[in-house]
């Protein structure tokens, strides 16, 4: 099982607090790898909030790719954040030669389109560099997204982090959100692009557990959208359908838990809205999850939410102060960063609730 | 001694021999009055028997005539293995052995007739879904379900399901209201009882699957369908509160439609469903058949016809093309319950059914509610032998094919695939239907199964299968006044519930070790097969 985990805070915080939110819940499993999700950046990055900034792990002939490619789609890099790595002998890590976390300009024609079309372009971009990079062998690309980094890496987190020196604690690099993962695929292969969280145009979202219903949602996303690519994890597939049920559809995201874990008919029937819930249920059933799991996830907006399986199978908590909310699969891990704490206010989200955080740490709760 | 003509028919002839031991025999009579197909009679034998008593050898000759019981040797009165004279002999002195020297089949098309049976195809009854193992099982990271203790929606949709984009689905605030109507959908129990019409079955069996329908609603919650079949229901029935339960089916004969429409303006409740046949897997391309012999007064009365063999045609007649014709029949079959109950379609499957699937998944109107496949062992109540056994198609690839021809467009689930022909042939209905759910079924539909359950014994190896004649020994398939009393109504209608809930029990044995609260739709990575052409037809894995 996955240890996931996400903090939330109303002041930047160094990415060195998630790893301390990850490594007490290391316990029993095998701790692969470091994964995270950075969004609402400060520090280097704090002036380019509008620009779209490209995450690559590649090879040096990758990274030459990368600079063609995006030369002849008229984006311009306007900075770049190169990590001061160490390269200790004996760090547990699969590095790769070449770590890019690169801000854009938009191409001049794209300067006065709608939010939606620049979405759009930077996703066909991303997807673009992802194949470009596939075919060749030669890197993996995470996000190209304003204001948002991810880092992605295999090994141990603790050497991961001193091999991109995220133990020593500066304002260079920091964020008010950031979605953390430590483990990488234990089903099947090892694959960077396995690794949570996912993220697809502005939402990011990390699940540990497993999806029985990963066959019958992967055939079904496959057609949805150009973006529901991979499939190389079954939690990409909370990703797509949380995409898909806010951005395609654009429907109030407490339909979001309606779609994954619907009701049983029985307790439709009873509901006054059980026409509207009676044809989400027909007509998404093939974005059904079953298995046991639980969700992390970080919206465009900034907002994040959590929520389980409709069987209640996989745990999760919430914990706050006034400044600074966590969530992670295990409760140590809170314990660990927020140790003074109320913890009577922590959350424990039953099997059919939601739980949702805006950007002034305002938990909103409901029950589908 | 007689005569013998190379050419005459004896008993040796025929596909099955009466194995008859005198000597048990009390002459009590029950065997030939049991045998509806008058294949066997009393008769006299003589007997010639020599003795001797004596120390020394004096042997004496005595003559005798003893009454026995002897199989006729006639082709119009063969008997057809059905077993009813060994149930009812008392001494078990007689009992039918199937003869693998029969000549039947080169004897018995008299005439220049084809030759007419019921049942299911006697060739072709190799079962692929027992190739199929339900192989992903639940350990560790992802735990099974316990099948008692958990809570299952066990429900398939019967309707026209949308797109997800299709939806007239628009915020208000927080919530999502629907701006108009949608296509319904019932969502019912994923077994269908299929359809088999009053007139293929007595009014007694009909009655009997329509009591177990009504009892495992009304007592157990289970929200099972039964389809009419083509033959018009009885009045009382459309106009009680039971017709709920029942899917109207419309075949090319279009029989009993007359009184269905009569009926209309007195029905108190749509009903379930309207089930268009267009063909039917036990004898594709061809009408559905009702011999004279079966159409008795009360089956006139049905279906507003005169004493005649009755064949519908081979397909629904249209001005333009059966496209045509289909379309026309979904409109108005749409329009005269005012678009509250779902229409759905029923075809055999066929080479061609993936183009006749995209065809109804493209059509722009929406309407098709369900694409009902019905492969080669379907059962019929009346068929040439020939269709029966040589033409059709398997239902598993089919099925599989035609999901994920929806699956490559992005609409699986949108006209809800219901499979049927053959499932639950060796009496596990559970797995099966588990089976193809898994390859893309929403649901399956049982009928010659139900008559099993109700007595009929026939089977694929040409046991009786003599559902035409109107002679059916267990009352079942005739409207013979005498004969449909040996049917037991209440009896017949328990051994439905009884199979109904263990089958339920099944289910959920079978969906809590995959871990699964719902119906596993597509979900073909929980099968595998040690065969490695299903595998690769069907795509699913290959185990060994």
Known sequence: MCRIGAIKSKVPFHPSKALYLMLPQQEGHDNSGFAMVMQDLYGRFAEYKDKPLLSVACTQKGNKLIEDFMDNNNFNPVYEWIPNISKRPGLDIKAMPYYIFRAYDYPEHYADTTPEAKAELLLDIRLALRELLEKAGQGYVYSFWPDVLTLKEIGDPRDIAEYFGLWKETDELTAKNIVVQCRQNTNYDIVRYAAHPFFLQGYTLCANGENTFYTKNKEFQKSLHRGYIGFESDSQNFLYTLHYVLHELKWPIKYYKHVITPLPFAEITTRSDRAELTAIRQSLGHLEINGPNTIIAMLPSGDMMTCCDSKKLRPVVVGRDENTLAIASEVCGINTILPDRDKTLDIYPNEREVVLINERLEVERWKQ | ?544
Not at chain 2, 366 to 392: M, P, R, W, Y
């Open chain 2, 1 to 544: 001694m007689e005569t013998v003509k190379m050419q005459d028919v004896s008993v040796i002839d025929l596909p099955w021999k009466i194995e008859y031991q005198s000597d048990r025999c009390t002459m009590c009579g029950s065997c030939v009055a049991t045998c509806t197909f008058n294949a066997i009679e009393a008769g006299v034998e003589r007997r010639s028997v020599t003795v001797s008593t004596g120390h020394q050898p004096s042997p004496t000759q005595r003559h005798s005539a003893v009454p026995v019981i002897r199989q006729k040797a006639s082709l119009t009165n063969a008997c057809v293995g059905c077993g009813m004279c060994e149930k009812v002999c008392p001494n078990r002195a007689i009992r039918p052995i199937r003869n693998l020297d029969s000549r039947q089949n080169l004897l018995a098309r008299t005439g220049g007739a084809t030759i007419k049976r019921g049942g299911r195809t006697n060739l072709n009854s190799d079962r692929t879904l027992d190739k199929i193992i339900v192989g992903r099982i639940s350990q560790m990271t992802d735990p099974a379900l316990d099948s008692e203790r958990h809570t299952f929606d066990i429900l398939a949709p019967f309707g026209r399901v949308l797109s997800p984009k299709e939806l007239p689905l628009a915020a208000v605030g927080n919530d999502l209201k629907l701006t108009t109507s949608t296509p319904p959908v019932n969502w019912i129990y994923p077994v269908i009882f299929s359809d088999m019409s009053i007139g293929a079955l007595s009014t007694r069996a009909w009655e009997a699957i329509a009591l177990a329908t009504a009892y495992l609603n009304e007592k157990h919650n289970m929200p099972i369908r039964m389809c009419s079949g083509e033959g018009g229901m009885p009045v009382k029935l459309m106009q009680s509160e039971y017709l709920k339960y029942t899917i109207l089916q419309i075949a090319s004969g279009h029989f009993g439609w007359n009184r269905i429409i009569k009926a209309m303006p007195e029905m108190k409740v749509d009903p379930a469903g309207i089930l268009i046949k267009i063909g039917q897997g036990a004898k594709p391309g061809d009408g559905g058949l009702l011999p004279a012999a079966k159409v008795a007064p009360h089956v006139q009365a049905i279906r507003g016809v005169p004493k005649a063999d009755l064949m519908s045609p081979p397909n629904h007649q249209g001005l333009y093309s059966i496209e045509e014709s289909v379309q026309k029949m979904f409109l108005s079959m749409n329009a005269a319950f005012k678009f509250r109950v779902p229409v759905a379609i029923k075809c055999a499957a066929s080479a061609t059914s993936v183009s006749v699937y995209n065809n109804l998944l493209r059509d722009p109107y929406k309407i098709c509610g369900g694409f009902f496949l019905d492969g080669i062992q379907g059962g019929t109540g009346a068929a040439n032998e020939v269709s029966l056994d040589h033409t059709g198609h398997p239902i598993v690839s089919k099925v599989r094919e035609c999901y994920l021809a929806a699956v490559k467009q992005g609409s699986q689930g949108q006209i809800p695939l219901w499979a049927g022909g053959g499932v639950g042939l060796t009496g596990n209905a559970a797995a099966d239907a588990f089976k193809l759910l898994c390859l893309g079924a929403n649901g399956v539909f049982l009928g010659k199964m139900l008559i099993q359950l109700c007595g009929c014994i026939g089977n694929e190896q040409g046991r009786c299968n003599s559902c035409s004649t109107g002679k059916c020994p267990t009352g079942i398939c005739t409207q013979d006044p005498h004969l449909v009393r040996r049917l037991d109504i209440d009896k017949a209608a328990q051994n439905i519930v009884d199979y109904m809930l263990a089958l339920d029990a099944e289910l959920k044995k079978l969906m809590a070790p995959i871990g699964n609260s719902t119906l596993p739709v597509g979900r073909s990575d929980a099968l595998v097969t040690t065969d490695k052409a299903i595998a690769d037809k069907l795509n699913i894995q290959y185990a060994c």
